[in-house]
């Protein structure tokens, strides 16, 4: 089975701190995913990466900077956090080769900015 | 670009009794996946079911099945013989064929009743 974890399930930091988020993969994908969940707005993509050292904005970059060094992990750093940060971070990978583009998801981090 | 609406926020159903979520999308491409996954409070997004937008045949996983109606770009999700363990956050998404961008409904929060 794949496994994506994350580092952290809970986690309170204060504004103007600097947050990362790591999350590990142990099936090899090329992708990884970096997603925002709030209440009534579903999943929304922050980045994503395709490979080792590269990366593509999604719908909602602002704010937040990734860096995937290795290909089974990919971290999400909040630069200096606000309090309209708070949310439910989900990390996510899948294969370049998957007929589905299916996306495993990992436990998710809720996140709270004081 | 795509969009996913799930129009019910919250749904409940009598445990054993069946229940239909709903899910409807607009999309330009031909070629396309649709999911349903399943959050469960605290724990990990699963893959319940999923269907390929050129398949007529509608996929069935056991208690779950959909009604997938192309034309009307509508993906319902309906889930028979109910158990508490279904209780659940459920997103609909929806990928084109050929890339990475996975859209997500707002989601429908699934409260089975004993």
Same mark, same amino acid.
């Given at each position: /089975?794949?496994?994506?974890?994350q580092?952290?399930?809970?986690?309170?930091?204060?504004?103007?701190?600097?947050?990362?988020?790591?999350?590990?993969?142990?099936? /090899?994908?090329?992708?990884?995913?970096?997603?925002?969940? /709030?209440?009534?707005?579903?999943?929304?993509?922050?980045?994503?990466?395709?490979?080792?050292? @590269?990366?593509?904005?999604?719908?909602?970059?602002?704010?937040?900077?990734?860096s995937?060094?290795?290909?089974?992990?990919?971290?999400?750093?909040?630069?200096?956090?606000?309090?309209?940060?708070?949310?439910?971070?989900?990390?996510?990978?899948?294969?370049?080769?998957? @007929?589905?583009?299916?996306?495993?998801?990992?436990?998710?981090?809720?996140?709270?900015?004081? | 670009?795509?969009?996913?609406?799930?129009?019910?926020? $919250?749904?409940?159903?009598? *445990?054993?009794e069946t229940?239909?979520?709903?899910?409807?999308? %607009?999309?330009? *491409?031909?070629?396309?996946?649709?999911?349903?996954? +399943?959050?469960?409070?605290?724990?990990?997004?699963?893959?319940? &079911?999923?269907? $390929?937008?050129? +398949?007529?045949? !509608?996929?069935? *996983?056991?208690?779950?099945?959909? !009604?997938?109606q192309k034309?009307? +770009?509508s993906?319902?999700? +309906? &889930?028979s013989?109910?158990?508490?363990?279904?209780?659940?956050?459920?997103?609909?998404a929806?990928?084109?064929? !050929?890339? !990475? %961008?996975?859209?997500?409904?707002?989601?429908?929060?699934?409260?089975?009743?004993?």
């Amino acid at each position: /089975d794949v496994k994506v974890t994350q580092s952290s399930r809970y986690l309170v930091k204060r504004t103007g701190e600097k947050v990362f988020l790591e999350c590990v993969q142990d099936m /090899d994908h090329e992708n990884m995913f970096w997603y925002r969940q /709030d209440p009534g707005l579903g999943l929304r993509l922050i980045y994503f990466s395709y490979d080792v050292k @590269m990366k593509e904005k999604g719908d909602i970059p602002e704010g937040y900077s990734v860096s995937r060094e290795k290909k089974e992990r990919f971290s999400l750093i909040l630069e200096s956090a606000s309090t309209n940060q708070t949310s439910m971070y989900l990390c996510a990978s899948a294969t370049s080769g998957s @007929m589905y583009n299916e996306q495993f998801f990992g436990p998710g981090t809720r996140l709270t900015v004081l | 670009a795509q969009t996913v609406t799930q129009s019910q926020p $919250e749904m409940s159903v009598q *445990e054993a009794e069946t229940v239909t979520l709903s899910c409807t999308y %607009d999309t330009s *491409e031909s070629d396309y996946y649709l999911f349903w996954y +399943k959050q469960p409070p605290s724990r990990q997004m699963i893959l319940v &079911i999923r269907q $390929e937008a050129y +398949k007529q045949q !509608n996929a069935t *996983e056991n208690r779950f099945s959909v !009604n997938f109606q192309k034309a009307a +770009k509508s993906f319902s999700l +309906k &889930i028979s013989d109910s158990q508490l363990g279904d209780a659940a956050m459920y997103f609909c998404a929806l990928i084109p064929y !050929n890339n !990475n %961008d996975m859209r997500f409904g707002a989601g429908t929060r699934l409260t089975v009743k004993p």
